[in-house]
Antibody, heavy 125, light 107 residues
Framework: QVQLVESGGGVVQPGRSLRLSCAAS????????MHWVRQAPGKGLDWVAV????????YYADSVKGRLTISRDDSKNTLYLQLNSLRPEDTAVYYC??????????????????WGQGTLVTVSS | DIQMTQSPSSLSASVGDRVTITCRAS??????LNWYQQKPGKAPKVLIY???SLLSGVPSRFSGSGSGTDFTLTISSLQPEDFATYYC?????????FGPGTKVDIK
C-alpha cells in the first residue's frame, strides 16, 4: 500500500544539525512532488517546504529559509530534510506528505495524501 | 504571503448536530482550498480538495463550498468519530499556508 515512513528525529542542542528521512513505498516516488509539514507541540500545522517531482524546484517557508534544505533521492525512494542551526522554535513533529493531483471541471488541483506518521524533533540544551 | 483564518477556533457539539466551519483567505485563492481532519497523535487526513470535491472514501456527510476568499466545511450530522481538529489549507501559491485550526469537541 502507499506509505510514507519518517525517521531521524530526536533531541538535539540549539545550533546543531539533524537530517530527517521519509521512505516512500507503494507508488512511483519520482512522479510526485513531496512536502514537509511540521507541528509544534499543541499547535497547528505549518508548511515547511516542497520539492518538485524531478527535484529541480524547491520552495520554503520564510521561517526556515536558509536553515532547512529539502532534497530527494529517487533511486532510494527517499525524501530528506536537512535541519541546520536548529533553534528551540524548531521543536515539532515533522511530517512528510505526497502531493497528489486531480482534475475537476474547473481545472487541476492538488492536495496532500498520504502523510507519514511524523518524527519528533526536540531542540533543547 | 496569503494568510488563512478560521472560525470558530473551537466549538462544542452533540452527535447528530450540523456543524459549519469557516475559512477565509487574505486574498483570492480561486478554489485552491483543501480541508484536513486531525485526531490527537495522528497525522492529518485530507477530506476535501478544490474547495468542494470530496476525496474517495470520505463520508458524504462532509461537504465543502466557496471560492475566492470565503470557504466553508459542513458536517451534516456529526458522528462520534468526527470529533477532531479541522484545518483548511491553500495551495494557490507558495508559501502554502494552513488555517489555525478548529477543534470540534463533545458538548
Amino acid at each position: 500500500q502507499v506509505q510514507l515512513v519518517e525517521s531521524g528525529g530526536g533531541v538535539v542542542q540549539p545550533g546543531r544539525s539533524l537530517r530527517l528521512s521519509c521512505a516512500a513505498s507503494g507508488f512511483t516516488f519520482s512522479s510526485y512532488a513531496m512536502h514537509w509539514v511540521r507541528q509544534a507541540p499543541g499547535k497547528g500545522l505549518d508548511w515547511v517546504a516542497v520539492v518538485s517531482h524531478d527535484g529541480t524546484k524547491k520552495y520554503y517557508a520564510d521561517s526556515v529559509k536558509g536553515r532547512l534544505t529539502i532534497s530527494r533521492d529517487d533511486s532510494k525512494n527517499t525524501l530528506y530534510l536537512q535541519l541546520n542551526s536548529l533553534r528551540p522554535e524548531d521543536t515539532a513533529v515533522y511530517y512528510c506528505a505526497r502531493e497528489d493531483v486531480g482534475a475537476t471541471s474547473a481545472g487541476s488541483f492538488n492536495w496532500f495524501d498520504p502523510w507519514g506518521q511524523g518524527t519528533l524533533v526536540t531542540v533543547s540544551s | 504571503d496569503i494568510q488563512m483564518t478560521q472560525s470558530p477556533s473551537s466549538l462544542s457539539a452533540s452527535v447528530g448536530d450540523r456543524v459549519t466551519i469557516t475559512c477565509r483567505a487574505s486574498q483570492s485563492i480561486n478554489s485552491y482550498l483543501n480541508w484536513y481532519q486531525q485526531k490527537p497523535g495522528k497525522a492529518p487526513k485530507v477530506l476535501i480538495y478544490a474547495a468542494s470535491s470530496l476525496l474517495s472514501g470520505v463520508p458524504s456527510r462532509f461537504s465543502g463550498s466557496g471560492s475566492g476568499t470565503d470557504f466553508t466545511l459542513t458536517i451534516s450530522s456529526l458522528q462520534p468519530e468526527d470529533f477532531a481538529t479541522y484545518y483548511c489549507l491553500q495551495t494557490y501559491t507558495t508559501p502554502i499556508t494552513f488555517g489555525p485550526g478548529t477543534k470540534v469537541d463533545i458538548k
